[in-house]
């Protein structure tokens, strides 16, 4: 079982930014691919970001293409998120996923609120 510990949600004003953190211990972390996904109220859940591993294919919703930035540092078992330029329309629940191909199994941060005002 592979547990993820999100941090670094708030509430923040329009145009200000912050950055999510998420932690897995206990594993091997290079191995998976790592993303940030959330889910609006009324809203399905969403890809934002996705690395497949340091140095490989980074993907990103073109919503926040230019102003959000996935990086991860496998020494800390930890992957981050960059959030610039947040705009009200960012307010969401935010997700960490870890995918491991070898297994074909997802597994999931229990979430961390970003609030972003006008």
């Known amino acids: 079982q592979v547990q993820l510990e999100e941090s670094g949600g708030g509430l923040v004003q329009a145009g200000g930014s912050l950055r999510l953190s998420c932690a897995a211990p206990?594993?091997?972390?290079?191995?998976?691919?790592m993303s940030w996904h959330r889910q609006a109220p009324g809203k399905e859940r969403e890809l934002v970001a996705r690395?497949?591993?340091?140095?490989?294919?980074?993907t990103y919703a073109d919503s926040v293409k230019g102003r959000f930035t996935i990086s991860r540092d496998d020494a800390k078992n930890t992957v981050y998120l960059q959030m610039d330029n947040l705009k009200p329309e960012d307010t969401a629940v935010y997700y960490c996923n870890a995918f491991i191909s070898t297994y074909g199994m997802h597994y999931w941060g229990g979430g961390t609120l970003v609030t972003v005002s006008s």
């Open positions: 206990r594993v091997t972390f290079s191995r998976y691919a």
């Open positions: 690395i497949i591993k340091t140095g490989g294919t980074i």
